[in-house]
């Protein structure tokens, strides 16, 4: 057994982690390829190996000097979360010896970096994930700039994913799609982030990963049906359950539609008709539910799934016998269900069969442990016969699982779900009468428990596997085949790892016959063509070819690198590396290049490929990733520190230069008496002015819990959350005014009659949108407990001249930095409006009314006028925590930049991150500097204006930029065009900061060089360029499909009559030889040119520039 030929070899080199579900090695089709990759395992590993011994006795002798990297301490992190996962895969063959150091020098040796990456692409393919984990991550650990590999990327991404380990596969999988747009597997990764995103509750982003997935039209390892699947239950799970119903029916009468998403459908449906009251009356729905489920079982007979909720159905309809029996069934497809197990103690509950119902929910208990349904039968059970010790134990765990609750579930039938009534509710109603439980029957929940407990590590795979739901239906595991589906997963995988000490064995005899055919140098340089796939192949496989026939002599020239000094094979590697993966290297593109240049040193690109990644920072520079914190520990009083603020005494006051200053010094300031001095009439923003003037604008209405200002519970108040909810619709001024005023009134009668008259003053009925990011589902309840629900204008745009004339001429009294219009404001250069931004928005609030947790848009400053009668209460981090706060919202399973999230603030001071808390008074400004983190309250009820500015510094605009590639990578729109800003910008200003124009000219370019690039590609593709020109005050251009800012060269496609521009890695996908797409310029390249070469900097006359 052996590689036998040239083919063979040609074929290993080309396997990566590409290949991943398209690959199905379990065919028996495929085992020649399959032992092809076990050998190649097998050579790479005993060069890992053989070159250990060799270096062992060297590296002792060097030191710890050389080469650290920064990159593996960074990600000492991934290792760290996963080293529950690491720790098993340390003992598989691959690990190195446990003296192996992975931090600083670590003698890399003879053996490629390369060799890890393959090694774990190879165990990859073979759905090995510990073993594929393991090596990824040393990879990782030893390769600085990993990330230039993106079949790494993507093939660490697949692991984590195949892990649930959701955080890190997400960020590595937006890494590659920020570093490489047109990723040959994109559609791959927007599927599974679309996945993600929905079990983290972040239903807008998966819904446009699911959209991005379904437009590409690459070859994928999943059908369209199975997309949209996946997006009608994306509706469900935020119970938009029309239009799921809607989406799923449509899918059904597809003709293509397979056995199995069939059967998922109907299971979909018919559990939704059971559950949901809005789909009709009680009667008929369970009917239609039983049709449905009974139809999901004939499409798929073996999914115990359908014949649990089948057993729900009949249990709810009383139809006793049937339940039992579709239980039953489901048990004997799917034995290992906690659910059906807890369902069937429920049903002998109710039957008045303690002692079954026990043995029922001790089965549901061990088969998972976290069951909290389950947990509370048996405590309803303990405590209905009076063993009242036993049924606080079993609350106690259940109130744990509360606690413990991870994302919602993809399915309805998982126990934490809101659309499921639990059972233990109804075996509550029912009030059932036990008769006593013996105290034997007991003693076997605790033994088996101790022996649970020694399992601990199945019990974590369990939990690894749970997360994205035990169901044997899951269509995901269907796409990749490989993959044993659902909690079968762990206990496979511990199979296969405990079955791993025999296989070592069977690869060592195999290895040891390998040993007799080439001697230990040839295999490591057979190691090397193994897994050289990006290099030159002719040479390697005439390398290889050498040291194969040559069997008694070494080859050469893999001697000469073998043997040659430890640190220059490093840095030759590395240089190596460098140029192999990253063509783009070779011209250098700077700021001091004329646009001539720039034009020649693209025509040395590759450009029939197009530009791999426009981003303004520099090339071989990694994926932009949030700061950390400052490292400087603070004291209990750094923690909470004043707030800069100054006091005006008159109009001098506000138009000293000194003002500007301080606001520019602090990340946040206030000035007092703003409105005073200036004598601002603030009365034209009063709510009885606004009503006077516009009766009829539009308000959009945020509907929130009233809490207290440093407090945030979740909807059952019973613990301190992040997430705070929100949920939107809209109204007019003169309709919230009369809440506003009303809420006054009833304030006012509280003060002697303490009811709940507040709560009364608004229904929920009028919600059309509820927006939640969070994982919780909304009740359009009161909540329990009595808590206020209010509601908070926002939003309200005072953009229109026409209808808000003299409130826009009163804030031109404001001194120019806090304008909304002046030409030392950058959002004046956009040269088009962005609501909210560049024009006045108002806020309309009563007391409790809560703008949660943010930076502004692209990190730009804001200015925010308090209108009163009442105060507002704020609280600020300085912007260079936001990296502390990002992870804490992480932590708290909350998108950072979708979710709407307030602070807890112990937690802040726990991570060492300050907060300014400050009253803002009427009359008083608070200037946000660039990317302060900032949230607020109302204390009463008050108006407030906002806008935003852009001082003409090198902070704001390097954070405006940073902002705009974070929100590239994390797919959310930059809402100011950074692009065409700067472009606008070096039109229209002149710039002597050095700092700032070297920025400025930087983003122009990368962005010239990227326009030349793309023309030319989309030249060498035979498409026309077509000259459009821009209308006057025309908005910038996003791309329709993944909203990322489309600059000059626009790729027009028509889509349902509409003409829709994309961006070229999109258009790319829709139509990888650009037919039937019009390509579109908005200036002509002389004319960028000319702006380009025109911009230089500005020496300001008598102050000498030290640059
Ligand atoms: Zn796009």
């Not at 006793?320 to 059906?340: C, I």
């Not at 309805?412 to 059972?423: I, K, L, M, R, V």
């Amino acid at each position: 057994m052996f590689l036998n030929s040239i083919d063979d070899l040609y074929i290993v080199q080309e396997l990566d982690s590409r290949y991943y579900g398209f690959l199905n090695l379990t065919d028996p089709k495929n085992n020649g390829i399959k032992d092809l990759i076990q050998q190649s395992i097998t050579i790479l590993q005993d060069e890992v190996a053989s070159s250990h011994s060799i270096n062992m006795s060297k590296q002792r002798d060097l030191q710890h000097a050389n080469v650290k990297c920064d990159v593996a301490v960074k990600y000492e992190e991934h290792i760290k979360e996963n080293s529950g996962i690491e720790s098993h895969a340390c003992d598989s063959k691959l690990a190195l010896p446990s003296d192996f150091k992975p931090k600083g020098n670590i003698g890399v040796g003879e053996v490629d970096i390369e060799t890890y990456c393959k090694l774990g692409h190879l165990h990859l393919l073979l759905t090995e994930y510990y073993e594929a984990l393991s090596a990824y991550q040393k990879y990782m650990r030893l390769c600085p700039k990993y990330w230039n590999n993106h079949s790494f990327l993507y093939g660490l991404g697949i692991v984590y994913f195949e892990f649930r380990c959701f955080k890190w596969s997400i960020k590595l999988f937006q890494e590659l799609l920020y570093l490489n747009p047109y990723f040959v597997c994109a559609n791959e990764i927007h599927l599974r982030l679309g996945l993600m995103l929905k079990v983290n509750g972040d239903f807008r982003s998966a819904l446009k990963h699911f959209q991005l997935a379904l437009a590409d039209s690459s070859p994928s390892t999943f059908s369209d049906l199975q997309v949209k699947f996946q997006i009608a239950h994306l509706y469900e799970v935020q119970n938009k359950h029309k239009a799921a119903k809607e989406s799923y029916e449509f899918i059904l009468n597809d003709k293509n539609i397979s056995l199995d998403l069939k059967a998922d459908i109907y299971r979909q449906l018919g559990w939704m008709y059971h559950c949901v009251e809005c789909l009709g009356e009680k009667k008929e729905r369970e009917s239609k539910a039983l049709r449905f489920l009974q139809k999901s079982i004939e499409a798929e007979p073996k999914c115990g799934q359908s014949l649990y909720l089948l057993g729900r159905c009949y249990a709810g309809v009383n139809k006793v016998h049937d339940a039992f029996l579709a239980y039953r069934n489901s048990v004997e497809k799917s034995e290992g269900n906690a659910d059906t197990w807890c369902s069937i103690g429920v049903l002998y509950q109710q039957q008045n069969q303690p002692t079954d119902a026990l043995q029922a929910y001790i089965c549901a208990v061990q088969l998972d442990k976290d069951h909290k349904s389950a947990w509370t039968n048996l405590g309803i059970l303990y405590e209905s016969c009076g063993q009242l010790r036993d049924a606080y134990a079993c609350y106690l765990n259940a109130v744990k699982q509360i606690s413990n609750q991870g994302p919602p579930p993809p399915y309805p039938h998982n126990h934490g779900s809101q659309t499921n009534p639990t059972p233990a509710k109804r075996a509550k109603d029912d009030n059932t009468e036990m008769s006593t439980i013996n105290r034997s029957e007991k003693l076997e929940i605790n033994t088996q428990f101790s022996q649970q407990n020694k399992k601990i590590f199945s019990v974590q795979q369990d939990k690894l596997g749970l997360q994205l739901t035990a169901s044997n239906c899951h269509p995901l595991n269907k796409m990749s085949s490989s993959v044993t589906p659902g909690s079968d997963v762990s206990s496979e995988r511990i199979n296969t790892y405990s079955s791993d000490a025999s296989s070592t064995n069977i690869i060592k005899e195999e290895s040891t016959d390998l040993e007799q055919h080439v001697s230990s140098n040839n295999q490591v340089s057979l190691g090397r063509s193994i897994i050289a796939c990006s290099q030159n192949s002719s040479e390697l496989i005439e390398d290889f070819n050498q040291s194969y026939s040559d069997n008694s002599k070494n080859s050469v020239k893999h001697e000469s690198s073998t043997q040659s000094n430890d640190d220059s094979y490093i840095i030759e590697q590395k240089t190596k590396n460098e140029y192999d993966l990253d063509p783009d290297i070779s011209p250098k593109f700077n700021i001091h290049m004329e646009s001539k240049q720039l034009w020649s040193a693209v025509q040395l690109l590759p450009v029939h490929e197009p530009p791999i990644n426009f981003t303004v920072f520099l090339r071989n520079s990694p994926p932009p990733t949030p700061p950390d914190c400052p490292p400087q520990k603070l004291s209990r009083e750094q923690l909470l520190p004043p707030t800069p603020s100054v006091h005006l005494e008159n109009k001098k006051n506000a138009f000293s230069p000194q003002l500007q200053e301080f606001c520019l010094k602090h990340p946040i300031a206030v000035v007092r008496g703003l409105a005073g001095a200036l004598k601002l009439d603030l009365g034209l923003f009063s709510t009885k002015t606004l009503v006077e003037a516009n009766p009829d604008h539009s308000v959009e209405v945020r509907t929130q819990v009233n809490q207290s200002p440093d407090e945030n519970w979740d909807i059952s108040q019973a613990k301190r959350v992040w997430a705070c909810i929100s949920h939107r619709s809209h109204t007019t001024i003169a309709k919230y005014a009369q809440y506003q005023a009303s809420s006054f009134q009833d304030s006012l009668k509280d003060e002697g009659d303490k009811g709940s008259v507040g709560s009364q003053v608004m229904s929920d009925s009028d919600s059309k949108d509820s927006v939640s990011n969070s994982n919780i589902n909304l009740k359009r309840k009161k909540t329990k407990n009595g808590s206020k629900m209010l509601r908070f204008g926002t939003n309200v745009d005072l953009s229109d001249e026409r209808k808000w004339k003299p409130q826009l001429s009163e804030l031109q009294k404001l001194p120019a930095f806090a304008r909304v219009i002046s030409a030392a404001n950058m959002l004046s250069h956009v040269g088009h409006v962005i609501l909210g931004m560049n024009t006045v928005q108002l806020y309309m609030k009563v007391p409790g009314s809560r703008t949660p947790g943010h930076q502004e848009n692209n990190n730009f400053c804001s200015i925010n006028i308090n209108i009163g009668p009442g105060d507002c209460e704020w609280f600020a981090v300085p912007d260079s925590y936001w990296g502390g706060i990002h992870n804490l919202c992480e932590k708290n399973n909350i998108s950072y930049l979708h979710g709407s999230w307030w602070p807890v603030l112990e937690d802040l001071y726990k991570e060492n991150i300050p907060v300014y808390r400050f009253i803002q008074k009427p009359g008083d400004l608070v200037w946000v500097n660039a990317g302060c983190v900032h949230w607020v309250q109302s204390v009463g009820w008050c108006n407030n204006i906002a806008w935003n500015v852009g001082p003409l510094t090198a902070r704001q605009y390097s954070l405006a930029i940073e902002r705009y590639e974070w929100n590239k990578l994390q797919s959310f729109k930059s809402i100011v065009p950074m692009v065409h800003l700067s472009w606008n910008l070096a039109r229209n200003i002149k710039v002597s900061d050095v700092k700032l124009f070297e920025l400025i000219k930087m983003c122009l370019c990368q962005s010239l060089k990227n326009v030349f690039h793309i023309q030319e590609f989309v030249k060498s593709k035979g498409v026309e360029i077509r000259f459009n020109g821009r209308g006057k005050n025309e908005a910038s251009h996003y791309c329709g499909q993944c909203e990322v800012e489309v600059f000059n060269v626009l790729f027009i496609r028509e889509q349902e009559k509409r003409h829709v521009v994309h961006c070229l890695p999109c258009v790319l996908k829709l139509s990888p030889s650009l037919q039937g797409i019009v390509c579109l310029e908005e200036y002509r390249l002389s004319e960028l040119e000319h702006v380009y070469d025109s911009f230089t900097l500005y020496r300001t006359q008598g102050l000498g520039q030290t640059h």
